[in-house]
Protein backbone atom coordinates (compact mmCIF):
# COMPACT_ATOMS: atom_id res chain seq x y z
CA UNK A 1 0.00 0.00 0.00
CA UNK A 2 1.27 3.87 -0.49
CA UNK A 3 2.05 5.59 2.27
CA UNK A 4 2.83 9.06 2.85
CA UNK A 5 5.12 10.48 6.03
CA UNK A 6 5.66 13.93 6.88
CA UNK A 7 7.65 13.37 10.50
CA UNK A 8 7.14 17.32 10.91
CA UNK A 9 4.29 18.76 12.14
CA UNK A 10 5.27 22.21 12.75
CA UNK A 11 8.83 23.82 11.93
CA UNK A 12 9.17 27.81 12.97
CA UNK A 13 12.15 29.57 11.42
CA UNK A 14 13.24 33.38 11.11
CA UNK A 15 13.52 34.66 8.23
CA UNK A 16 16.53 33.82 5.80
CA UNK A 17 17.35 30.85 7.50
CA UNK A 18 17.02 27.91 5.38
CA UNK A 19 14.98 25.01 6.02
CA UNK A 20 13.85 21.51 5.05
CA UNK A 21 11.27 19.60 4.85
CA UNK A 22 11.27 15.87 5.07
CA UNK A 23 9.02 13.27 2.98
CA UNK A 24 9.37 9.65 3.31
CA UNK A 25 7.27 7.79 0.92
CA UNK A 26 6.40 4.06 0.56
CA UNK A 27 5.00 1.74 -2.34
CA UNK A 28 5.56 -1.31 -4.25
CA UNK A 29 5.20 0.48 -7.64
CA UNK A 30 8.47 0.40 -9.46
CA UNK A 31 6.94 3.57 -11.71
CA UNK A 32 5.41 6.28 -9.54
CA UNK A 33 5.46 10.05 -9.25
CA UNK A 34 6.32 12.38 -6.13
CA UNK A 35 4.69 16.08 -5.64
CA UNK A 36 4.72 18.95 -3.58
CA UNK A 37 2.02 21.04 -3.06
CA UNK A 38 2.07 24.43 -0.75
CA UNK A 39 -1.42 25.27 1.16
CA UNK A 40 -0.81 29.26 2.01
CA UNK A 41 -3.63 30.52 4.53
CA UNK A 42 -5.73 31.03 1.78
CA UNK A 43 -6.50 27.49 1.71
CA UNK A 44 -5.70 26.91 -2.16
CA UNK A 45 -3.22 23.76 -2.72
CA UNK A 46 -0.64 25.05 -5.03
CA UNK A 47 1.45 22.74 -6.94
CA UNK A 48 5.07 23.36 -6.35
CA UNK A 49 7.31 20.19 -8.19
CA UNK A 50 6.50 16.73 -10.06
CA UNK A 51 9.23 13.84 -9.90
CA UNK A 52 8.99 10.65 -11.36
CA UNK A 53 10.33 7.78 -10.28
CA UNK A 54 13.06 7.09 -12.95
CA UNK A 55 14.68 10.55 -12.56
CA UNK A 56 16.73 11.17 -9.58
CA UNK A 57 18.30 14.40 -10.52
CA UNK A 58 17.58 17.33 -7.73
CA UNK A 59 15.85 20.27 -8.81
CA UNK A 60 16.31 23.77 -8.31
CA UNK A 61 13.50 26.61 -8.93
CA UNK A 62 14.93 29.61 -7.48
CA UNK A 63 15.24 29.59 -3.50
CA UNK A 64 12.84 25.71 -4.26
CA UNK A 65 15.44 22.43 -3.93
CA UNK A 66 14.32 18.92 -3.90
CA UNK A 67 16.49 16.14 -3.49
CA UNK A 68 15.00 12.83 -4.32
CA UNK A 69 17.09 9.17 -3.11
CA UNK A 70 15.17 6.20 -4.35
CA UNK A 71 17.58 4.45 -1.25
CA UNK A 72 16.10 6.16 0.94
CA UNK A 73 12.46 6.26 -0.28
CA UNK A 74 13.02 10.18 0.27
CA UNK A 75 12.03 13.73 -1.07
CA UNK A 76 12.82 16.20 0.35
CA UNK A 77 12.13 20.01 0.18
CA UNK A 78 14.58 22.99 0.73
CA UNK A 79 13.50 26.72 1.15
CA UNK A 80 17.28 28.54 1.07
CA UNK A 81 17.25 32.25 3.08
CA UNK A 82 13.36 31.39 3.76
CA UNK A 83 10.83 34.58 3.84
CA UNK A 84 7.23 35.19 5.75
CA UNK A 85 5.59 34.90 2.34
CA UNK A 86 6.88 30.93 2.65
CA UNK A 87 4.95 30.47 5.63
CA UNK A 88 2.42 27.97 4.47
CA UNK A 89 1.65 23.72 5.03
CA UNK A 90 3.38 21.91 2.66
CA UNK A 91 2.26 18.48 1.46
CA UNK A 92 4.56 15.88 -0.27
CA UNK A 93 2.16 13.08 -2.38
CA UNK A 94 2.72 10.11 -4.14
CA UNK A 95 0.83 8.64 -7.35
CA UNK A 96 1.27 5.32 -8.94
CA UNK A 97 0.99 4.33 -12.49
CA UNK A 98 -2.64 3.44 -13.41
CA UNK A 99 -3.69 1.36 -16.55
CA UNK A 100 -6.26 4.05 -16.66
CA UNK A 101 -4.38 7.03 -16.89
CA UNK A 102 -6.19 7.91 -13.00
CA UNK A 103 -4.08 9.64 -10.61
CA UNK A 104 -4.42 8.94 -6.87
CA UNK A 105 -2.70 11.14 -5.19
CA UNK A 106 -1.85 9.93 -1.58
CA UNK A 107 -0.94 12.49 0.47
CA UNK A 108 0.94 12.87 3.80
CA UNK A 109 -0.40 15.02 6.88
CA UNK A 110 1.58 18.25 6.24
CA UNK A 111 4.10 20.09 7.55
CA UNK A 112 3.41 23.83 8.94
CA UNK A 113 6.37 26.26 8.05
CA UNK A 114 6.05 29.23 10.62
CA UNK A 115 8.30 32.21 9.01
CA UNK A 116 8.79 35.08 11.73
CA UNK A 117 10.32 38.40 10.03
CA UNK B 1 -6.60 31.54 -17.51
CA UNK B 2 -9.71 30.54 -15.06
CA UNK B 3 -8.70 28.15 -12.48
CA UNK B 4 -10.79 25.49 -10.65
CA UNK B 5 -13.95 26.80 -8.97
CA UNK B 6 -16.08 25.92 -6.28
CA UNK B 7 -19.29 26.69 -4.82
CA UNK B 8 -20.52 28.22 -2.42
CA UNK B 9 -17.22 28.92 -0.71
CA UNK B 10 -18.84 28.21 2.81
CA UNK B 11 -21.81 26.00 3.71
CA UNK B 12 -23.42 25.59 7.29
CA UNK B 13 -26.00 23.20 7.71
CA UNK B 14 -28.49 21.51 10.06
CA UNK B 15 -27.50 17.74 10.68
CA UNK B 16 -29.72 15.45 8.89
CA UNK B 17 -29.91 17.97 5.40
CA UNK B 18 -28.71 17.33 2.26
CA UNK B 19 -26.09 19.49 0.51
CA UNK B 20 -24.57 20.35 -3.32
CA UNK B 21 -21.06 21.42 -3.46
CA UNK B 22 -20.16 22.47 -7.42
CA UNK B 23 -16.60 22.14 -8.87
CA UNK B 24 -16.09 24.21 -12.26
CA UNK B 25 -12.80 22.74 -13.30
CA UNK B 26 -10.25 24.26 -15.82
CA UNK B 27 -11.45 23.76 -19.30
CA UNK B 28 -9.82 21.09 -21.61
CA UNK B 29 -8.88 18.91 -18.17
CA UNK B 30 -10.47 15.07 -18.45
CA UNK B 31 -9.85 14.16 -15.43
CA UNK B 32 -11.54 15.71 -11.92
CA UNK B 33 -11.08 14.84 -8.59
CA UNK B 34 -12.69 15.17 -5.08
CA UNK B 35 -11.01 15.06 -1.76
CA UNK B 36 -11.77 16.23 1.74
CA UNK B 37 -9.75 17.76 4.03
CA UNK B 38 -10.01 17.56 7.77
CA UNK B 39 -8.18 17.63 11.48
CA UNK B 40 -8.51 14.30 11.99
CA UNK B 41 -7.88 12.34 8.69
CA UNK B 42 -5.18 14.92 6.57
CA UNK B 43 -6.31 15.36 3.17
CA UNK B 44 -8.50 12.19 1.99
CA UNK B 45 -9.33 11.27 -1.95
CA UNK B 46 -12.93 10.55 -2.43
CA UNK B 47 -13.97 10.06 -6.33
CA UNK B 48 -12.17 10.33 -9.42
CA UNK B 49 -13.81 11.26 -12.82
CA UNK B 50 -12.11 10.71 -16.12
CA UNK B 51 -15.33 11.88 -18.56
CA UNK B 52 -18.77 11.64 -16.94
CA UNK B 53 -17.73 8.09 -15.77
CA UNK B 54 -16.36 7.61 -12.01
CA UNK B 55 -13.76 4.70 -12.42
CA UNK B 56 -12.86 4.60 -8.82
CA UNK B 57 -15.32 5.92 -6.19
CA UNK B 58 -13.44 4.19 -3.40
CA UNK B 59 -12.86 6.63 -1.16
CA UNK B 60 -16.73 7.60 -0.60
CA UNK B 61 -16.95 7.15 2.89
CA UNK B 62 -20.57 6.43 3.02
CA UNK B 63 -23.58 5.83 0.63
CA UNK B 64 -24.71 9.39 1.70
CA UNK B 65 -22.18 10.71 -0.62
CA UNK B 66 -22.34 10.27 -4.16
CA UNK B 67 -21.26 12.77 -6.90
CA UNK B 68 -22.04 13.31 -11.02
CA UNK B 69 -20.14 15.18 -13.50
CA UNK B 70 -22.16 16.34 -16.85
CA UNK B 71 -20.55 17.50 -20.09
CA UNK B 72 -17.18 16.46 -19.00
CA UNK B 73 -17.29 19.61 -16.85
CA UNK B 74 -18.99 20.79 -13.92
CA UNK B 75 -19.36 18.14 -11.00
CA UNK B 76 -21.63 17.66 -8.31
CA UNK B 77 -20.49 16.12 -4.62
CA UNK B 78 -23.84 15.63 -2.55
CA UNK B 79 -24.11 14.65 0.76
CA UNK B 80 -27.34 13.42 2.25
CA UNK B 81 -28.63 13.35 5.39
CA UNK B 82 -25.40 15.47 6.59
CA UNK B 83 -23.60 14.51 9.71
CA UNK B 84 -21.35 16.39 12.19
CA UNK B 85 -18.18 14.28 11.12
CA UNK B 86 -18.80 15.23 7.04
CA UNK B 87 -17.53 19.05 8.47
CA UNK B 88 -14.74 19.46 6.60
CA UNK B 89 -12.90 21.24 3.48
CA UNK B 90 -14.02 19.30 0.41
CA UNK B 91 -11.21 20.45 -2.47
CA UNK B 92 -11.78 19.73 -6.24
CA UNK B 93 -9.24 19.26 -8.34
CA UNK B 94 -9.00 18.85 -12.26
CA UNK B 95 -6.10 17.22 -14.65
CA UNK B 96 -5.31 16.82 -18.16
CA UNK B 97 -5.55 12.62 -18.38
CA UNK B 98 -2.07 10.82 -17.04
CA UNK B 99 -0.77 9.77 -13.74
CA UNK B 100 2.40 12.31 -13.99
CA UNK B 101 0.24 15.40 -14.75
CA UNK B 102 -0.42 17.69 -12.07
CA UNK B 103 -3.54 18.00 -10.22
CA UNK B 104 -4.63 21.68 -10.45
CA UNK B 105 -7.23 22.45 -7.08
CA UNK B 106 -9.97 24.74 -6.28
CA UNK B 107 -10.14 26.99 -3.08
CA UNK B 108 -12.27 24.46 -1.10
CA UNK B 109 -16.14 24.57 0.06
CA UNK B 110 -15.85 24.63 3.65
CA UNK B 111 -18.74 22.65 5.18
CA UNK B 112 -20.39 22.77 8.65
CA UNK B 113 -23.05 20.50 9.82
CA UNK B 114 -24.20 22.14 13.14
Known amino acids: AQKVTQAQTEISVVEKEDVTLDCVYETRDTTYYLFWYKQPPSGELVFLIR??????QNEISGRYSWNFQKSTSSFNFTITASQVVDSAVYFC??????????????FGTGTRLLVSP | GAGVSQSPSNKVTEKGKDVELRCDPI?????LYWYRQSLGQGLEFLIYFQGNSAPDKSGLPSDRFSAERTGGSVSTLTIQRTQQEDSAVYLC????????????FGPGTRLTVL
Open chain 1, 93 to 106: ALSEERNTGFQKLV
Open chain 2, 93 to 104: ASSRTGAYNEQF
Open chain 1, 51 to 56: RNSFDE
Open chain 2, 27 to 31: SGHTA
